[in-house]
DNA sequence: CAAATGCCCTACGCCTGCGTAGGGTCACGG
DNA sequence: CCGTGACCCTACGCAGGCGTAGGGCATTTG
């Protein structure tokens, strides 16, 4: 780990372990330096300051997250079978929930999250569509229950995962 | 607001109001102090340290939560009249967020909230049964759909309500 | 009224984080 | 082989939070 140069991306790659793993708090200069084996030095050489670095990282998370819903808007495939899984997609998401937690405390952040929560709905409702189901209330529940079940503490991952799927077959059943 | 005893309850409001407003990064001694025109003087008289008003401040949540879903299940009411007064109620619940937020940077908040959630969840799942509706996934799913509600950005707050409505009709619709 | 107790203020030493100044080291191209 | 630029280290001053010591005011109690 130790004597190796460092670039922008794996500050970057630290910020969101340390997010993850201990909230917005610890993304300090001096505290990711430690984790990284390096000195702030290396720090304010590829960021102005501790604000420049939360917006490269938040502009980095959006970026991810504008891409993955372009990849699977581009999906030709059934519309049942896309609903499946972009609700399931939700899982691999251990971020998603730490930047939900960091926005509380950042209104720049809470911006970005309201956006893409924004258009994710917008998909999900439009693909709801597609599949026969027409009321947009019901879209917002289960864009709603994903939100809650990365949110929720891992009582148990497959109940979670069986929750959302049954959650659509009852939708899809009414139709 | 100035020259006034303070009580231990005082400061806990206190740091709730920060909490909410500025997350858990504000639960602070000096910070609390200017909020309330005191010093923090007054604060470690009340509290041996910042580690137990945090405990205070859980348990204070805690409590208020038990006793919330105690009065809720003694409410002598059609079952599903229930069901739809329980799953309303998370809408004032302003700080229930924030402390899932707060749950993230501390262990023994998580687990408390992993407590209540459990409890929660578990009242949930019998109101159900006692609807007609037997799957307990179900439960788990309109549980996360109502915390994906409240930790989701304001994005209309009549929405979330019509969201949820929406997904209790048709859960019940289909027994 | 006097004394004791509850509650608060001030001032201090310590630690941690911020951002900067100035210098060091290593990898290149010339 | 030398310089140049990218990258990192060290050391500093400043700010703010922690917890404590010791004293001050006010309200209750005898």
Redesign the pocket.
């Known amino acids: 780990m130790k004597n ?4 922008k991306d794996d500050w970057i790659a630290a910020g969101f372990h340390a997010l993850i793993d201990h909230g917005p708090a610890a ?5 990711l ?1 430690r984790t990284l ?6 720090f ?3 960021f ?4 420049a670095f939360h917006t490269h990282m938040l502009t980095h998370w959006e970026q991810q997250a504008l891409n993955g819903l372009v990849a699977e808007i581009e999906t030709k495939d059934t519309a049942v079978a896309t609903l499946q899984r972009f609700v399931q997609s939700s899982k691999g998401n251990t971020n998603s929930a730490a930047v939900r937690a960091w926005a509380r405390t950042d209104t720049s952040v809470a911006k970005a999250v309201a956006h893409i929560d924004k258009a994710r709905l917008k998909y999900l409702t439009t693909l709801l569509k597609r599949c026969g189901v027409g009321n947009p209330d019901l879209a917002c529940a289960l864009y709603a229950a994903m939100v809650g079940i990365e949110t929720l503490p891992d009582n148990d991952e497959t109940l979670g995962k069986n929750a959302l799927t049954s959650l659509v077959d009852l939708i899809l059943a009414l139709r």
Request: glycine share 4%; aromatic share 8%.
């Open positions: 190796k140069r460092l670039s993304l300090k200069a001096e505290a330096a084996d390096t000195t702030k030095g290396s304010y050489w590829h102005k300051d501790v604000p």
